[in-house]
């Protein structure tokens, strides 16, 4: 079975920056930890799958292999598995990667993912989690691009106490339950367990005096607003990324980023297909009978189409970049217009006196079918 690619498995784009790559691989190593979910084959697949990943594209020299040569880069002729040597050999134990990027020591056990993942680390330090916004726009501002102010609510820095959950003029202090180690250990006959300080969260120490804003926590509930720039392209799924605009950290930790989802409203007129517009316009029947030329809606205005003489009901022409931005290249689709002939419904005398004649002088009164879709049907009657 074919390998997944490195940079689908840590959900990065390939152009992601060293930063955003160890950011990715830290997310996923959490949700994938064995000490997350014991027991889980697939889970611990998948945390030695994004390990080998974030191996690889780490190293720069290992990178541009991959990006040039896939898989095959660290394969010996005729060989499914990773090459023992070169590159800078084969693949490390996945813990060895986990030790790298969080700092930690330890094997894969209960310590090391209760230390980190249980309470925060030995400093007490949390990163914020990321927030998401859904914002709902019309086909024109996805068209045009758009500024928009919105409003929402996420835990903050604590003000009064700056995020250090202790009150003006007080300090932390070496937790008293654990004395600054952060965990306590419980005997259970012969085994013991260690778990995270439930006094200090695993941090050591312990605010002196707890802040009267955040009450010890060093963030509090606020309203945000923030302006946000939506380019032209955007359709619904697009996703817009706000840097450090999610919640605040804890005790120093890093704060989270907001992701803004976008969400394109119908449009009474057009609908999009792609970078390309559709739309449906009713035409007279002597139009597309004689031919002529009208005027159509397009996002940016009006425009000329002309109709041909003999113009059938259901034909479709094209208008040349009068569609949608691409959000990459900032080409245009085009419009599609599919023109409908309207037959009268109503008639005057006088109206249906010419019509009556022209039908006798076409001969459309002898033979009111199509002469093509008769020989077709023909054996049906």
């Known amino acids: 079975m074919a390998k997944e690619d490195y940079y689908e498995l840590l959900g990065v784009e390939k152009s992601v920056s060293e930063e955003e790559l160890k950011k990715a691989y830290r997310k996923k190593a959490i949700q994938y930890h064995p000490d997350k979910n014991p027991g889980n084959k697939e889970a611990e697949e998948m945390f030695k799958k994004v390990s080998e990943a974030y191996e690889v594209l780490k190293d720069p020299q290992k990178r541009a292999a991959y990006d040039r040569y896939g898989h095959a880069a660290f394969q010996q002729a005729g060989a499914a598995g990773p090459r023992p040597g070169g590159m800078g050999g084969g693949f490390h134990d996945p813990f060895d990667i986990f030790r790298e990027v969080f700092g930690a020591g330890g094997g894969g056990g209960g310590g090391i993912f209760e230390e980190f993942f249980g309470g925060g680390s030995r400093d007490g330090g949390r990163d914020g989690a990321d927030l998401r916004y859904d914002l709902e726009i019309s086909l024109e501002e996805a068209a045009r691009g758009v500024e928009k102010e919105i409003s929402f609510r996420k835990a903050a820095t604590c003000e009064r106490c700056d995020g250090t959950g202790a009150e003006p003029g007080s300090k932390r202090v070496t937790c008293p339950t654990c004395r600054g180690a952060g965990q306590i250990r419980r005997s259970g006959g012969i085994i013991t367990f260690t778990q995270t300080c439930p006094t200090c969260g695993g941090a050591?120490?312990?605010?002196?005096?707890?802040?009267?804003?955040?009450?010890?926590?060093?963030?509090?509930?606020?309203?945000?607003?923030?302006?946000?720039?939506?380019?032209?392209?955007?359709?619904?799924?697009?996703?817009?990324?706000?840097?450090?605009?999610?919640?605040?950290?804890?005790?120093?930790?890093?704060?989270?980023?907001?992701?803004?989802?976008?969400?394109?409203?119908?449009?009474?007129?057009?609908?999009?297909?792609?970078?390309?517009?559709?739309?449906?316009?009713?035409?007279?029947?002597?139009?597309?009978?004689?031919?002529?030329?009208?005027?159509?809606?397009?996002?940016?205005?009006?425009?000329?189409?002309?109709?041909?003489?003999?113009?059938?009901?259901?034909?479709?022409?094209?208008?040349?970049?009068?569609?949608?931005?691409?959000?990459?290249?900032?080409?245009?689709?085009?419009?599609?217009?599919?023109?409908h002939v309207e037959v009268p419904t109503s008639l005057t005398a006088e109206q249906k006196k010419k019509l009556e004649e022209f039908a006798i002088l076409s001969g459309d009164a002898d033979e009111p079918m199509s002469k093509s879709f008769f020989e077709k049907a023909k054996k049906f009657f």
Request: with cysteine; charged share 25%; proline share 4%.
């Open 204 to 339: 050591g120490t312990k605010v002196e005096k707890a802040c009267t804003a955040c009450r010890g926590e060093g963030r509090v509930a606020k309203t945000t607003k923030l302006h946000v720039r939506v380019p032209p392209g955007v359709d619904t799924g697009s996703r817009l990324r706000s840097v450090g605009n999610g919640e605040a950290g804890i005790a120093g930790g890093e704060a989270g980023d907001l992701y803004i989802v976008i969400t394109v409203a119908d449009h009474e007129i057009f609908e999009r297909q792609g970078e390309d517009l559709f739309c449906e316009i009713p035409i007279k029947f002597t139009l597309a009978t004689l031919g002529g030329t009208i005027e159509v809606p397009t996002l940016s205005g009006r425009a000329s189409l002309k109709i041909p003489v003999g113009t059938q009901s259901g034909t479709t022409f094209r208008l040349k970049g009068k569609g949608m931005p691409s959000l990459r290249s900032g080409s245009h689709g085009d419009q599609l217009v599919r023109v």
